[in-house]
């Protein structure tokens, strides 16, 4: 079973839509989790990390059910430029990081 | 500030050849990391550097990897003799300290091609 599943989509939104990705993880002892964006070619940046109170930034929320082992990433008012691959990641023994296989997001004007 | 730069950018080579690739992490960061990732599939670590020590190497395929970080410096992983299954971006990480805060910053890739 893989350490860290995603939806690898494509979800393909408008403009100013709010779109939600889900991920699950499969080991209880995972640590931290995060979110990081990649775009086409090119490396993975952190979007942001995630915790257990659920934390915002701007029009992007994300939560950290520990029961279910499952984060979510919400997107609200989808610019143009949000259009990439959403990569799940989970930190295990301090720096173990376990990547899912990303959700590919296009926002269409 | 320079980031995490990795050379080359795009290697051909065919099976049985070698190929170094070499990671220049952010200046002071102790840690640095290899990831692969192979075509359709997930991001998955290959090992881990302290400074010039390998913390964790339980990524790595098989022993035809080679990797090394003398001076806890740059970095560089070697493969020898190349297979048609090591095709994939590789990646550089690296971070200023240990621990779970997640902030990896990554090169742009190797990417190889076995033929």
């Known amino acids: 079973r893989k350490e860290v599943e995603q939806d690898p989509g494509p979800f393909n939104v408008p403009e100013g839509a709010t779109v939600a990705f889900n991920c699950t993880y499969s080991n209880s002892a995972s640590q931290s989790f995060f979110w990081y964006r990649q775009d086409c070619r090119k490396e993975p940046k952190l979007l942001m990390s995630v915790y257990s109170s659920g934390n915002e930034d701007g029009r992007f929320t994300a939560q950290l059910n520990r029961a279910s082992q499952y984060i979510s990433l919400l997107i609200r008012d989808s610019k143009l430029s949000d259009s990439a691959t959403y990569l799940c990641v989970v930190n295990r023994n301090f720096n173990k990081f376990y990547f899912g296989s990303g959700t590919k997001l296009n926002v269409k004007p | 500030e320079a980031g995490v730069t990795q050379f080359p950018s795009h290697s051909v080579i065919e099976k049985g050849q070698t190929v170094t690739l070499r990671c220049d992490p952010i200046?002071?960061?102790?840690?640095l990391y290899w990831y692969r990732r192979v075509m359709g599939k997930e991001i998955k670590f290959l090992l881990h550097f302290v400074k010039e020590s390998k913390q964790d190497e339980s990524g790595m395929p098989n022993n035809r990897f080679l990797a090394e970080r003398t001076g806890g410096t740059y970095s560089t992983l070697k493969v020898q003799p190349a297979e048609l299954e090591d095709s994939g971006v590789y990646f550089c990480?690296?971070?200023?300290?240990?621990?779970?805060?997640?902030?990896?910053?990554f090169g742009e890739g190797s990417r190889l091609t076995v033929l």
């Open positions: 200046s002071g960061h102790d840690n």
């Open positions: 990480a690296s971070s200023s300290r240990t621990g779970i805060t997640g902030e990896l910053f």
